[in-house]
Each structure stands twice: as structure tokens, then as C-alpha cells.
């Protein structure tokens, strides 16, 4: 039978007391940090501010910033300089934490994303070659870095860690791939399969002018069935690049959706530099600049309009309106992360017409507050440049005055009154309250945290395994959960605080095959006492969940049900300790 029941809720925090004793603690003096996320109704804004020459502007103070929304200006109500994590004590032995301390501690956080499914082969060879120069020769043993891979899904090369030795060989172990989708500016039909009309090749470079056939000329019938069929084969390979374009796009949608929440629960800004050939979508979709093709959809006017350009025109603005709420729900969940993107251009100094895929790398840094690097030899120089960002950031937070949560996007000026200093913040964000979108689905929330390479850290708790021969109830495994309850969100209800929280515990064998589940909800108002000692000493709960042989791994979930965030962790049921 479950330990937690209506008794266990009157006394959790005296039940808390048996595994928080074992636990590192917080600090009961220290007032937990405003939470990050927008979906608390308070925003934070990150703001880079250097002197003329790159350099981090020290000793800045509330009273120089201001900050509107929407042309209004907003009452600051946080406010935090540069500074730098402390460690935390080691956890005990078979105790395992989401929290960030234990996910990287230290300072400033830095990810790096090599983008394989957006750039093409002998670019990921030339990044990795830059990336490995960076971490031999100016990669600092104070910088904490992970690395990731976009190679259809989203992966972990490595995770945070300052010993460069470790990054140098993780990078080593990254080796550049072909992706059966294509890249922009490779086509998917290849040379060795032309196409022919009765036993006529097909051109593909010719359009009208008719084709020599063994010396002789095309009658004018034969030359347009020629042409007709270049015509087919063009719409063909557009058909098959749009459709690459469209699984591009819902993979780094799902890649972004992961590393918020990866990274939405450690403090401060986070820097991702993303090294790629190009972006497939930009953050603000309705006011994207337009493709040349979609610009000759909209003004055909302007020249011969082929029916391979209005197929590709077309496609290009289906693609980028049917994913827009997909695209804005991302963005906000960036934006709530505290999600700064460094877009580095994977193919460095190019004389290629790339503008289009340029100007959209320059459109994400500048929405997120980053910096983009292109046309670039030394693209490890943006590399750098994130590193020395993250020193330089000051954190503003405010309540917006307009209370109406509506999705709509709004705008964000920021002005620092002090001489002498460049400053760069994100420019926006969607107003989105996730639980109220149509779409929303807990248990589809709770499926993608789970599925993620790394710990999910939006909502933050400790966990261990009893093994069955410790668990007074025979033949079951014991999981003890301690959240962090200044994660979690509370509403005011009579004499006190109400708490909804949903827990979950899952056994994978080593094929991925799920062998056993459990959950449980707790919904209910406590005493404004036993509500502070929960914010000081953590939220436990026990969960008894069926013993399996071999070497299975634990996923442990906790989902804070009004905001829809959630926590993951994931360790061997192996590594159960003794009681």
C-alpha cells in the first residue's frame, strides 16, 4: 500500500525530517530567488552590458536601468549583478538530484549545439576542427560547459563540465555525418538515378531549348515532352526538399522544447551556441523576412513565374504558417528559460548568396539576446564571446502591468543610464500561459521531460531507492522524493497554501522496454506554518513501486500540475542503497 495517503499529508513535514536529515539542505535564511519563468507572471530580462572595447561594466545598480513593455514602463521589482555559483556538498551515497547545484554549479551556464541535420557534411567537419582549436588553446578551466548534438534528436556528447581535457575528447568523438534529409542547396535526387522520357534524358539544366538526341534534333512534340518532364522531376525534388524542410523544422523545434527544459531550472542566463549551416525557421514567424521564392509568390509580377516556383513560393509560406504556434510556444519557453542563442555559421567565411539563411541566424541572436557570428574564418571567436557574455549579464525582473496572459507577443526596451556602454537583452516575448493552450496535454509534458537526454530541472527535488529488502512492504522498491518547493507553484486557498503536485516513477529494462509504473498526486491547502517549513525543508513523498531483476533504470518525474513544469531524474535501480 502506498505511504502516502490523507495521514502522511498532516505530517509531512515530521516525515520529511528522516530523509532530509541525509540530504544536503538550503540555507532556511536565504529568500529563494524569484523564479524565472514567465508563467509565474514575473519576467525577468537578462542584460549584457560592456565598455566600448568588450569588456563587463562592473557596480551597476537598479537605479541605472529602465525598463518598458510595450512603449509602458515597468517597476523593477528584482534585480541581480554577475556572480558565481557555489558548489554544493557531495550528495550521500545512492542519492541522486535535478537541482542545480548538482547540474552546474559554478557560474554562468554555456551550451554548445553541433547542428547536423541543418548543415551539410564538410561543414561539420570544418566546425569540428574549430571547436577542438577553441578547447585546446583558449578554452579556461573556470568555464563549465556541455555539449549537444541535432542529429534527428536531440543528444548529449557531454555533459557540464570544466576540465577541458573532457571536452577535447568529447569533440574527438564527434564525427560528421550524412542525414538522409537534405540540406539547403543539396538536392535529394542524385546523379545516379536520372530520369528519362522514352529512353530520352532529361536535362535538368535545360528548360525550352530543345536537346541533342544521338546528333540529331528533337522534333518540336519530342523536345516538350522533354521539357515537360523536367518540369515534373523539379517539382519532385522540390516536393522531397520540402518535406526534408518540414522534418528539419519539427526536429529543432523539439531539440529547443528539450534544452528549456533542461536548462530552465538552473539560475541566471544560459548561453547555446549553436553551430550550424542554417536555421530552419526564425523565432518571430510573422515577421520573417520572405524568401526569394515566397517573394515572387506574393509579387509574381515581378518576373516569369514557373509553376516549379510557385509550387516551392507556396510551400514556403504553408511552412512557415502552420508551424507558427509551434515556433511561438518555443520562443516562449526560450524566453522563460532565460535563453540566450549564439548562432555561429558552421561554413565560416563564405562568398555564397546565403543572406537569407545569415539574416535569420542575426534575427534568433538578436530575439534572444545573443550575438550571431558569421562569414567568419575563427568562428571559435563567437565561441569566446558567450563565455565573456555570461560574465557581463545583469538580471532584471519585473511584474508586467498588463495582467492579461493573452499569447500575443510584447516588447521589451531596456535603458541603461551610464556612459560609455554597449548593452544587448532580448527584445520580446509571447505572453503564454501553456496550461490554458488547447494543445496542452500533462501527461504529453510529463512523456517529453522524461524523454530527455539530460535531467529535466524546471521543477527541482532529491531522490533515492530503497531496494526491496530494506522496504517494509515485501518485494516493492521504495523511491523517496524531497522537491524543492521554491519551484513549485502555490495558490492562496483559506488558512493557507495549496499545492498541486503529480509524481511518477517508471522501470526501463536496458532495451527501453518499460517494466513497471507508479504515480501519485498530492492536491491540497496546508497551514501557512506547515507551508513555511515545506519552503525550508522540501515536499517528500514515498512511492513503493515493483522490484525488477537485472539492470534496470529508474525515471523519476515531478510535475508542478498548475504550471505543467516539470523535473526528471534517471539513474540505474542498481544503484539502490542499503538502509
Given at each position: 500500500?502506498?505511504?502516502l495517503r ?62 518598458e ?25 545512492g ?23 541543418n ?43 570544466s ?14 555525418q ?17 530520369l ?39 517539382v ?13 523544422t ?25 553551430v ?22 506574393d ?13 516551392a ?124 493552450l ?19 530541472t ?5 531522490a ?17 522524493f ?72 529508474l ?25
Amino acid at each position: 500500500m502506498p505511504f502516502l495517503r490523507v495521514r502522511w499529508l498532516s505530517l509531512s513535514v515530521v516525515v520529511a525530517a528522516l530523509v532530509v536529515s541525509a540530504m544536503p539542505q538550503q540555507n532556511s535564511t536565504e529568500v529563494p530567488a524569484p523564479s524565472i519563468r514567465v508563467t509565474t507572471r514575473m519576467v525577468l530580462v537578462d542584460v549584457v552590458v560592456t565598455d566600448k572595447k568588450g569588456h563587463p561594466v562592473a557596480g551597476l545598480h537598479p537605479d541605472d536601468f529602465e525598463i518598458e513593455e510595450n512603449g509602458k514602463a515597468q517597476k523593477i521589482a528584482s534585480f541581480n549583478m554577475p556572480h558565481e555559483t557555489t558548489s554544493a556538498p557531495p550528495l550521500p551515497p545512492g542519492f541522486y538530484s535535478n537541482r542545480a547545484e548538482y547540474r552546474s554549479p559554478g557560474g554562468p551556464v554555456t551550451v554548445m549545439l553541433l547542428d547536423v541535420i541543418n548543415t551539410a557534411f564538410s561543414d561539420q567537419s570544418y566546425a569540428r576542427r574549430q571547436m577542438l582549436n577553441f578547447v585546446r588553446d583558449q578554452y579556461k578551466p573556470e568555464q563549465r560547459m556541455a555539449i549537444f548534438t541535432l542529429t534527428g534528436s536531440l543528444n548529449v556528447l557531454q555533459d557540464f563540465t570544466s576540465d577541458p581535457k573532457i571536452l577535447y575528447a568529447a569533440l574527438l568523438r564527434f564525427q560528421p555525418q550524412l542525414q538522409p534529409q537534405s540540406v539547403p542547396g543539396n538536392s535529394v535526387i542524385t546523379q545516379a538515378n536520372p530520369l528519362t522520357v522514352n529512353g530520352v534524358l532529361a536535362n535538368t539544366e535545360a528548360t525550352t531549348a530543345p536537346a541533342a538526341d544521338t546528333g540529331s534534333t528533337l522534333s518540336p512534340a519530342r523536345a516538350k515532352q522533354v521539357a515537360s518532364a523536367q518540369v515534373a522531376l523539379q517539382v519532385f525534388q522540390d516536393a522531397q526538399s520540402s518535406y526534408a524542410e518540414e522534418q528539419r523544422t519539427i526536429l529543432t523545434l523539439h531539440a529547443l522544447d528539450s534544452l528549456a527544459r533542461i536548462l530552465g531550472g538552473l539560475p541566471g542566463r544560459k548561453n547555446i551556441i549553436w553551430v550550424t549551416g542554417n536555421l530552419p525557421f526564425s523565432l518571430i514567424p510573422e515577421d520573417r523576412t520572405l524568401s526569394e521564392t515566397e517573394l515572387q509568390e506574393d509579387l509574381p509580377s515581378l518576373q516569369i513565374h514557373s509553376g516549379t516556383a510557385h509550387a516551392a513560393g507556396n510551400y514556403a509560406a504553408t511552412l512557415r504558417s502552420s508551424h507558427g504556434d509551434d515556433i511561438r510556444q518555443t520562443a516562449a519557453r526560450l524566453a522563460s528559460a532565460q535563453v540566450a542563442i549564439y548562432p555561429v555559421d558552421a561554413r565560416g567565411l563564405t562568398i555564397s548568396n546565403s543572406n537569407e539563411a545569415q539574416g535569420v541566424m542575426r534575427e534568433m541572436a538578436s530575439e534572444t539576446g545573443g550575438r550571431a557570428y558569421v562569414n567568419q574564418n575563427e568562428i571559435k571567436f563567437g565561441v569566446e564571446r558567450a563565455f565573456e557574455d555570461g560574465s557581463a549579464t545583469y538580471t532584471l525582473g519585473y511584474y508586467p502591468q498588463n495582467k492579461k496572459w493573452d499569447g500575443n507577443y510584447r516588447t521589451i526596451k531596456v535603458k541603461v543610464k551610464h556612459d560609455g556602454v554597449e548593452f544587448q537583452h532580448r527584445h520580446g516575448y509571447y505572453a503564454f500561459d501553456p496550461t490554458q493552450l488547447k494543445s496542452y496535454s500533462p501527461q504529453q509534458e510529463v512523456t517529453s521531460a522524461l524523454n530527455d537526454v539530460v535531467p529535466s530541472t524546471m521543477v527541482a527535488f532529491t531522490a533515492r531507492a530503497l531496494p526491496a529488502s530494506a522496504n517494509p512492504a515485501a518485494g516493492k522498491v521504495g523511491i523517496d522524493f524531497l522537491v524543492d518547493a521554491s519551484t513549485l507553484s502555490a495558490e492562496d486557498s483559506p488558512g493557507g497554501k495549496r499545492l498541486n503536485v503529480a509524481f511518477y516513477a517508471t522501470v526501463f529494462s536496458p532495451q527501453g522496454r518499460m517494466l513497471a509504473q507508479r504515480s501519485q498526486k498530492v492536491d491540497r491547502s496546508f497551514t501557512t506554518d506547515i507551508y513555511k517549513q515545506i519552503l525550508e525543508k522540501g515536499m517528500l513523498l514515498h512511492i513503493d513501486i515493483d522490484d525488477q531483476p537485472g539492470d534496470s533504470q529508474l525515471r523519476l518525474a515531478v510535475q508542478d500540475n498548475k504550471t505543467g513544469l516539470v523535473g526528471t531524474l534517471d539513474f540505474p535501480l542498481s544503484a539502490s542503497v542499503t538502509k
